[in-house]
């Protein structure tokens, strides 16, 4: 869809490269993060690719197109750009900053108040409250919406994101990051995305372009890049917790196994048998409702042999928080495991215990990945 072929560009008055002999492909519907220090050149890309500015040598297409041999009004019109510093006009309102490109593609003026509603309940924003009031008026977090509004008003098939939720707090960003992949999962546009942030990267894109001064270093998917690591350049720049990293790549339900092991209240002096029957090494305490309340675990059981039924309810409550939603991901897994001093959680789906996980699979997990 996006081709850039031995793309360099080389600012007036400079002598080194901004970008350098770049071979870059991103399919149709896919999320491309671009990523890299400060510097490395993500921003001349996106320019060159919506001819903001001209490469010094080397092809962009789109869809088979040439850019440079494409009108770049017209071209500018069909892509979404999101730039690094929001950009909305100060002394335009909201309504007014997200209905540029639709007055520029000639839509009438009931279809551009219409589109500039829907976009803004799209984007989270109540339009009532928004359409009428100036960029000043808005926090942080409001202004990154109506940029990413303003940037999808006429719908078009690419969009460039420039840092688009740099601005916001990290709560903010999160919430943010995760409207958007919802909002993705429909729209199936192709993106290119730029971050300084690995993280952000790991979390937003199919697949992830590493740059640093000028040149792409490793593309491939967040899987491929943080299981093999090109160099020692991609290696310090996703950091220490690589592996941990790669666990946020997978939800708990991936790898939970079905017929947890439970127990009721009543049923517990028989619960070494049940344990040893079932191979189990963790099992729940449920509740007549067959609701999940607490934990109890081999090792428990192992260091204290002759515990009461009391003391063993006791054990179990101490591991009440033992239970992880399906949706959450291995990484959070393991937080909980450290957190509740166990090897094994619970997995709900809704109010319903419909799993197990372990600490061994997501051992089995992380290794089999890293050797994908
Ligand atoms: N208009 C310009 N004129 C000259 N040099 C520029 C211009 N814009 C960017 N550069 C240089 O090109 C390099 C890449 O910049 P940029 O693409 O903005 O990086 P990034 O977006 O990754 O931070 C930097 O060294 C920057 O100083
Ligand atoms: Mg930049």
């Known amino acids: 869809m996006i081709e850039l072929n031995d793309v360099t560009k080389i600012y007036d008055g400079q002598t080194v490269p901004a970008v350098e002999s770049l071979d870059l492909k991103i399919n149709e519907g896919e999320t491309c993060v671009f990523v890299g220090p400060s510097g490395c050149g993500k921003s001349t890309i996106l320019r060159m690719i919506n001819r903001m500015i001209e490469q010094t040598s080397g092809t962009i297409t789109i869809n088979g197109e040439e850019v440079r041999g494409t009108d770049p009004d017209h071209l500018r019109m069909n892509i979404g750009y999101v730039i690094q510093q929001i950009g909305l006009l100060p002394h335009r309102t909201v309504a007014e900053n997200v209905a540029i490109v639709p007055r520029l593609h000639g839509w009438d003026k009931d279809k551009i108040c219409k589109r500039v509603d829907e976009l803004l309940e799209l984007m989270g924003l ?62 199936r546009k192709t993106i290119c995305f730029v971050t300084h942030d690995i993280n952000e990267a790991i979390k937003m894109g199919d697949t992830i372009a590493i740059f640093t001064k000028g040149h792409l270093v ?26 941990v990293k790669m666990l946020t790549l997978f939800q708990v339900r991936s790898i939970a196994k079905a017929n947890p092991c439970t127990i009721h209240e009543d049923e517990l002096p028989n619960i070494r048998q049940k344990m040893k029957e079932q191979q189990a090494r963790g099992c729940f305490l449920v509740d007549q409702s067959e609701a999940p309340c607490g934990l109890i675990i081999a090792e428990d059981l192992e260091r204290e042999s002759d515990a009461s039924q009391e003391r063993l309810k006791e054990l179990a409550f101490s591991r009440r928080g033992a239970f992880i939603d399906q949706h959450l991901l291995l990484s959070d897994a393991l937080s909980y495991m450290l957190e509740w001093d166990t090897d094994y959680l619970g997995v709900m789906n809704g109010q319903d ?8 699979d997501i051992r089995e997990c992380a290794s089999r990945k890293e050797g994908d």
């Open 126 to 187: 109540i339009p009532e409250e928004t359409r009428d009031k100036y960029p000043a008026q808005l926090s942080g977090g409001q202004m990154q919406r109506v940029g990413v509004a303003r940037a999808m008003a006429v719908d078009p098939p690419v969009m460039l994101m420039d840092e688009p939720f740099g601005a916001v707090d990290p709560i903010v960003r999160s919430h943010l990051q995760d409207e958007f992949l919802r909002l993705q999962t429909e729209m």
């Open 218 to 243: 490793q593309h491939g998917t967040p899987q491929e890049i943080l299981s093999k690591p090109k160099n020692e350049f991609v290696r310090d720049f996703i950091g220490q917790d690589r592996v």
């Open 353 to 360: 215990l419909s799993g197990v996980v372990s600490m061994a």
